[in-house]
């Protein structure tokens, strides 16, 4: 692609045919991501926080559904075969409920947090853009940065929030509430949290990085908040 | 005009009209701008606040389009460039320098400076280099490792123009330059954009409010109210103000 590139004459703007900026390597745009990260560190921990917190409340509704959900119904009432399966569904749907509750808090908590890193950092894009910089340059810089980010956040913020629902119900139940937490279940929702997680994580940096990294430069320059 | 006079216009704008709508109301922040640039020349832009220098000089840089009209530049109409073709013009041919510096706060000086040729492709040792040099020629070169927010502003608008210099472009555009320095920052800055231009032949576009531009200006274009009032050459004002004062200087 290079070799096809007129080269630049001094003094001229415009060189002929093939010149045209091309994609930087993934692997620079990586280590560009990087850095912004820690550089930032204080500042991508807040952010990261953010995320954490929607996922480890997701991680706390999850352990705790999935014990209360395989916890036999004591029968000590004299219930019913019929009336016991009916308790059974109706907690079922309160804990699905919870998890969905937990899921738009989560959201809500991840979208804010990443659209403000993203918004404060409008007037950088707009340089960038000045400096040469492809628009999909950017957005694959932000998805980079988000990518990582959402990934160390999430996996964190499960431990963290899986752990204390669990140790809530040990609490709660005895050491006994652990038998009712198969290992399958708790794998299944470590996977459901990170990867919502990081999904979240990247669409809610990518789709304003995408719409700043649309405008023209002279708007992105502007922005000031 | 002589017979390669295709040569001798490095930036042509033909009837630019730029509007901005806000709210439903139209403001016209261009009327109608046509401005020719010869290749080499030091042109500055004077007019007060609200005028139009930075719309019209978003314009030229590629960093807007106009509303109406056409901007040429090597007698290649920018609408017709697409955003790669853009992208490349912005990032080898044309260096830009802002009133309000805008380095990349995260990084140090010289890797300000080297991020034009990054975007570039230009291996890093060959990158950080020609940083180092540049960031020599605007004497900053024992201040490579430091943050923008480390450097006063004169310094960081050094460290702008080391890196507006980064991929040896054709044009500068630089907007209020001086507009956030004190007046003898200010004229170091300008002489070393001077200094730029005679010495690499790069044409250099300055909007300005400071009168210690006109000094070293080839042209003085002055713009008010979104049009072009009236254009000035050096020779003719040192005349005149030296009929004025009796002498060759200017009081500024
Ligand atoms: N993005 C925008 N949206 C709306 N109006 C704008 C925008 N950019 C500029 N304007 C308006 O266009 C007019 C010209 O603005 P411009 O920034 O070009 O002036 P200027 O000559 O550079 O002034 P200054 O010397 O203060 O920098 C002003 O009235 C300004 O309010
Ligand atoms: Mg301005």
């Given at each position: 692609m290079e070799s096809a590139q007129t080269p630049n004459q001094p003094g001229r703007l415009i060189g002929g045919a093939g010149q045209r900026q091309v994609q930087l390597p993934l692997a620079k745009a990586f280590s560009i991501a990087m850095q912004n990260i820690r550089v930032r560190f204080w500042r991508s921990m807040i952010t990261a926080a953010g995320v954490m917190l929607g996922i480890a409340f997701l991680g706390a509704t999850f352990g705790q559904s999935i014990i209360e959900e395989n916890t036999?119904?004591?029968?000590a009432q004299g219930l019913s075969a019929q009336q016991a399966q009916i308790q059974k569904e109706e907690a079922k749907t309160r804990q699905n409920w919870l998890v969905s509750m937990s899921l738009i808090v989560c959201t809500v908590g991840i979208a804010n947090s990443m659209f403000m890193s993203v918004t404060e950092r409008f007037k950088e894009i707009g340089t960038m853009k000045c400096l040469g910089a492809l628009d999909s340059f950017i957005v694959t810089l932000f998805l980079l940065e988000a990518g990582f980010l959402g990934v160390i956040a999430s996996f964190i913020g499960f431990a963290v929030g899986f752990l204390g629902g669990v140790l809530m119900k040990i609490f709660q139940l005895?050491?006994?509430?652990?038998?009712?937490?198969?290992p399958l279940r708790a794998i299944q929702s470590l996977g459901i949290s990170v990867a919502a997680g990081v999904i979240l994580t990247v669409l809610a940096t990518v789709m304003p990085a995408m719409k700043a990294a649309k405008l023209p430069a002279a708007a992105a320059l502007r922005s000031e908040i | 005009m002589s017979a390669g006079s295709g040569h001798e216009w490095i930036v042509r704008t033909k009837g630019v009209v730029k509007e901005y709508t806000m709210g439903g109301q139209t403001l016209r922040a261009l009327k109608g701008v046509d401005l020719d640039v010869r290749r080499g020349e030091y042109i500055s832009l004077m007019g007060p606040s609200g005028s139009g220098k930075s719309t019209l000089f978003n314009m030229i840089g590629g960093l807007d389009k106009p509303s109406e009209g056409n901007v040429f530049i090597d007698e290649v109409d920018m609408a017709q460039l697409d955003a790669a073709e853009l992208a490349y013009l912005r990032c080898r041919r044309i260096g830009y320098i802002f009133q309000t510096f805008?380095?990349?706060?995260?990084?140090?000086a010289l890797e300000n400076v080297t991020l034009p040729m990054i975007f570039a492709g230009v291996p890093s040792d060959a990158s950080a280099e020609k940083g180092m040099q540049l960031l020599k020629v605007v004497g900053l070169g024992h201040r490579y490792h430091h943050k923008p927010t480390e450097l006063s502003g004169g310094q960081q608008q050094r460290v702008a123009i080391a890196r507006s210099f980064a991929n040896d472009p054709a044009l500068i555009l630089a907007d209020e330059p001086t507009g956030n320095l004190d007046g003898k920052t200010g004229t170091e800055i300008i002489e070393l954009l001077r200094t730029m231009n005679k010495d690499r032949g790069v044409t250099v576009i300055s909007a300005t409010?400071?009168?210690?531009m006109v000094d070293v200006s080839d042209r003085i274009v002055y713009i008010s109210d979104g049009q072009i009032e009236r254009i000035e050459n050096r020779e003719d004002i040192k005349i005149s103000l030296g009929e004025m004062h009796g002498s060759g200087g200017l009081a500024h």
């Open positions: 036999p119904v004591k029968n005895g050491p006994e509430a652990l038998e009712y937490l198969p | 805008n380095l990349i706060p995260v990084m140090t409010h400071d009168l210690k």
